[in-house]
């Protein structure tokens, strides 16, 4: 298997010596055959033709040496490269234009495949994602406009559709190190966001009903520097369906 490989190996690097090869060695086997007819008493023109008859089309028979390596596909492949390399360099404003095109339709698909496999296919890592909804008001201004605290403060007591609803509102914090100050994504959650995410902390606990009162302490989530929701320049809601009908 060695041998073989070392052999193709050599076909494919130094194509034209094996080529050259072959043909002294089909030449000297048609000289061999042309002998035998000759010692019969054939001429030196009839026992060449009868060799040639008898081992077939020189063509033929080199192009069967060349499929006995098994590097016929190999080269049929090189050689198609070759011929397409010289045609693009030969209308190279024709080729200049396709590989454009090409770029961009494989740009344009693998954005559109990413934000399918976002959107649609691969589900939000929290419990339950399919029942996660954000809710949002509509006033005259636009169908999806910011919600003020006191708005989700009745919703949610008038709330008897959705299981759970909470707010957030990005809020993005400075902080200070050796280093120096570093600003760092944050935002403003209501007790139950991480709850109506079903989300659990990892070390520590959550954050417990009543500690998004003004007057309760500061309390501080961290994360692994991951979002956890897309942020927005407003206050957002989000819900948990429940049993009922929306």
Known sequence: MLNDLIYRLRALVRHQRVEDELQEELQYHLEREAEKYRERGSSSDTALRRARLAMGGPEQVRQQCREARGTRLIEDLLQDLYFAARQLRKNFGFAATAIAVFA???????????????????????????????????????????????????????NRVIGSLDVYRPDPVTLSGASGAEEASGALVSDG??????????????????????????????????????????EHLIGRKGTGAI
Not at 214 to 232: E, I, K, N, S
């Open 193 to 234: 966001f991480f709850r109506t995410l079903g989300v659990t902390p990892f070390l520590g606990r959550n954050f417990r009903p009543g500690e998004d009162e003004p007057t309760a302490a500061q309390t501080v989530m961290l994360t692994c520097g991951c979002d956890l929701f897309p942020w927005y320049a407003c």
């Open 104 to 158: 961009v339709g494989i740009a344009a698909s693998t954005a559109i495949y990413a934000f399918v496999d976002a959107a649609l296919v691969k589900p939000l890592p929290y419990r339950d994602a399919t029942r996660l909804v954000a809710l949002y008001e509509r006033i005259p201004v636009g169908d999806r406009y910011h919600l003020s605290y006191l708005d989700y403060r009745a919703w949610k007591q008038r």
